[in-house]
Every structure is written in C-alpha cells, then in structure tokens.
T-cell receptor, first 112, second 115 residues
Framework: QKEVEQNSGPLSVPEGAIASLNCTYSDRGSQSFFWYRQYSGKSPELIMS??SNGDKEDGRFTAQLNKASQYVSLLIRDSQPSDSATYLCAVNQMDSNYQLIWGAGTKLIIKP | GAGVSQSPSNKVTEKGKDVELRCDPISGHTALYWYRQRLGQGLEFLIY????????KSGLPSDRFSAERTGESVSTLTIQRTQQEDSAVYLC?????????????FGQGTRLTVV
C-alpha cells in the first residue's frame, strides 16, 4: 500500500529558530511533492512544491527532496508564532493515476 | 472566480436526510477533487473529476455518496440518508489540469454536522 508518513507531533520550536518537518513516502515512482499548511479550522493552503532532488527556497521556506532516501522535508527559518499550524505533505504518484497521496500532517507550535 | 468557493459553509442536518454540497472551482481549472476531513484527522480522498468525468469512484465511502460535475465547472457532492459518521468537513480543491505536477487549491470547506 502506498503511504506517506509524517510525525504527528506536536513539534515545539522556539520563536526565531529553524523548524524542520519531515515526510517519507513508500512509492519510488513518486514524482511530485507538495507541502500544505492548515491552520486550525481552515482549509489547506499550498506553501511549496518540489519536483527534483535538492533544495528549493522560497522566502523563509526551504523544501528538500531526496528521492534515493524517499523523503521530503520542509525547513522554516526564523520561525514565527504565525507559523503555528499543521503541515501536510502530499505526494503525486504516477502509477496511482496522478492521485495525491496525503500524510496525516505534523502539528507545529512556535513558542514566543 | 478568484478562488475555490464552497457552499454552504456550515450545514446541520437530521440523520436520514439528504444533503447537497456545492463546489465552484477556480475558473479554467479542469480538475476538481473532493476530500473529507474528520476532526483531528488527515484528508480522505473521495473522488476527482477530469472535466465532467469521474474516472475513479472507488474512494466514495458508500453508495449513499455521489458526485457530479457539469460544464467543467460546478460540482455537487450528494449524501443520501445521512448518518452521524458522515459528520466532517468536506473540502473541494481544483487544479488547472489533472497531471503530475499540478498544484491543487482548496476551498474553505463545508462543515457537515449530522444530528
């Protein structure tokens, strides 16, 4: 069964520090990887997408992909209390007819 | 429209009643997805549309659930004879195309409560 795994947390990080969120996936055929942020009671919003090995930076956010090790991570630099949310990892798998497979999410708490 | 719009935002219904949930995708988005999210849980995939077609309906929880899409635009998710376990937030998302690299954008969801 194709799976996307995330530590449910909560992950507690002091304000200003780097928050590191990890996601592993089981299907080596996975091609596209997405990080979504979901505030409590709100719908998920796309933060970043990554398609090739290495790092992709966007402001305070950096996505890292390692297909050989089958993990994708999200780093948040200079963490702010407003970053407190659940972060969802989603993986698009070609042999699942491009269906997004979702992790259960990691709850991140940034402590002032 | 500017974003994915869902209606109603909240719905309270009595057990056994039918409900219809509506989703207006971003204009020009050909792919549309329905998900269910129970309180404190992850996203549960229900169904997707490519244009007006739903190639795979296996994610629908039971035959009480159905969905349709018309004009490659609006979609409705219908739940017949609602049960208490149907209580959840129903999320709709759309993307430009249904492909590997496409990015999906979510509506604000419909919170369904079956009493």
């Amino acid at each position: 069964q194709k799976e996307v795994e995330q530590n449910s947390g909560p992950l507690s990080v002091p304000e200003g520090a780097i928050a590191s969120l990890n996601c592993t996936y089981s299907d080596r055929g996975s091609q596209s990887f997405f990080w979504y942020r979901q505030y409590s009671g709100k719908s998920p919003e796309l933060i970043m997408s990554i398609y090739s090995n290495g790092d992709k930076e966007d402001g305070r956010f950096t996505a890292q992909l390692n297909k050989a090790s089958q993990y994708v991570s999200l780093l948040i630099r200079d963490s702010q209390p407003s970053d407190s949310a659940t972060y969802l990892c989603a993986v698009n798998q070609m042999d699942s007819n491009y269906q997004l497979i979702w992790g259960a999410g990691t709850k991140l708490i940034i402590k002032p | 429209g500017a974003g994915v719009s869902q209606s109603p935002s909240n719905k309270v219904t009595e057990k056994g009643k039918d409900v219809e949930l509506r989703c207006d995708p971003i204009s020009g988005h050909t792919a549309l997805y329905w998900y269910r999210q129970r309180l404190g849980q992850g996203l549960e995939f229900l169904i997707y549309f490519q244009g007006n077609s739903a190639p795979d309906k296996s994610g629908l929880p039971s035959d009480r659930f159905s969905a349709e899409r018309t004009g490659e635009s609006v979609s409705t998710l219908t739940i017949q004879r609602t049960q208490q376990e149907d209580s959840a937030v129903y999320l709709c998302a759309s993307s430009l195309v249904y492909s590997m690299n496409t990015e999906a954008f979510f509506g604000q969801g419909t919170r369904l409560t079956v009493v």
